[in-house]
């Protein structure tokens, strides 16, 4: 089968033909129709993520398609046919094995490529703002790369949850991307002085921030007292600078969360949040906003898109 190989770290993923997936025990065999793709990708491909495996592996960490086969014991509720987003690592290939818990059923109208979508940005920003950060309608929050695949999301869900949303993007069509999005205020990265703007709104409750470096420790120091602070990823470089003595002294919190190893431990999370974003897609309340559309045979210039920030909004590979 076909599958988006990483051969050596550091170097291009490689077309190649390997063997389809053998199912364990509560496994579903996955006939993949489309594949999110995400900054961590390129990690991954580097050497560089969490979870460092020996390559050759396929890239990849989110899916849409439909259950072809069903492994031994606990499939739960999934039946041959069903059309389900699931994450699980490897997921570049056309057929994909992955945990039946780790499986959320499409609704009826929503397109595989909507759903390949939305496993990993809404996952990572429901869980985040909704269970880790514990955010409250009437706060304020501060989203770096608002305009990115995972950031985007943050700045929807923030807003359906009642927040009062500052968008932090580079130049203004990425901001009003944001705005369209539910965004209150607009402030663009590379021309801004990020901590005197925020500051003069009142400082942040939550800040989100998926791009880290110098961008992510001014938004750190815009924070209120008592904000929660939430790493989300590293798109600027680096991580961010959090000095103990500012968090003693102003009661804040830095939250880790890795979304993955999360959903792994506690799939019944995964379930609950994909319930919601699906209920919430059907409702017409949020909206997948996927910008790049390409074969999966061009997943190099997919993860470019996305290192070099020129994506507005979710890149998706399609069999």
């Not at 997936?21 to 969490?50: C, H, T, W």
């Not at 997921?91 to 939305?118: E, N, R, T, W």
């Not at 990115?148 to 923030?158: C, P, R, S």
């Not at 600078?241 to 002294?249: C, F, G, Q, S």
Request: hydrophobic letters at 50%; proline letters at 6%; one cysteine or more.
């Amino acid at each position: 089968m076909r599958a988006m190989i990483i051969t050596e770290l550091g170097t291009p993923l490689q077309r190649m033909e390997i063997d389809p997936p053998r199912l364990g025990e509560g496994e579903a065999l996955i006939d993949v129709a489309a594949v999110g793709v995400n900054f961590a990708d390129s990690l991954m491909a580097k050497g560089r993520y969490q979870e460092r495996p020996d390559p050759p592996f396929p890239c990849g960490m989110e899916a849409a398609g439909t259950v072809a086969a069903l492994g031994p014991a606990g499939s739960g509720a999934l039946k041959v046919g069903d059309r389900v987003a699931v994450v699980h690592l490897g997921s570049m290939v056309a057929q994909l094995a992955a945990p039946a818990a780790l499986c959320a059923k499409i609704p009826d109208g929503l397109s595989f490529v909507d759903a390949a979508a939305m496993p990993v940005a809404y996952g990572t920003s429901h869980l985040a703002l909704a269970k880790k950060a514990a955010l409250a309608p009437g706060e304020r929050l501060l989203v770096t790369g608002a305009a990115g695949g995972v950031g985007l999301t943050a700045v929807e869900i923030g807003a359906l949850m009642g927040a009062e949303v500052i968008a932090v993007a580079r130049g203004a069509e990425k901001l009003q991307i944001a705005k369209e999005k539910g965004a209150t205020h607009l402030i663009d990265s590379e021309t801004a002085d990020l901590k005197a703007e925020v500051k003069a709104l009142g400082g942040a409750d939550v800040v989100y921030d998926a791009v880290g470096g110098a961008l992510g420790t001014a938004a750190f120091r815009a924070a209120r007292p008592g904000a929660r602070i939430l790493p989300i990823g590293f798109a600027g470089g680096g991580p961010s600078e959090y000095p103990p003595n500012i968090l003693l002294v102003k009661n804040q919190s830095v939250i880790g969360f890795n979304w993955g190893a999360h959903v792994r431990e506690r799939p019944e999370d995964f379930a609950q949040t994909m319930a919601a974003c699906f209920a919430w897609r059907a409702e017409g309340r949020l909206a997948p906003l996927v910008s790049d559309v390409m074969p999966l045979e061009e997943a190099n210039a997919a993860i470019e898109l996305l290192t070099t920030r020129q994506a507005k909004g979710k890149v998706v590979l399609t069999l």
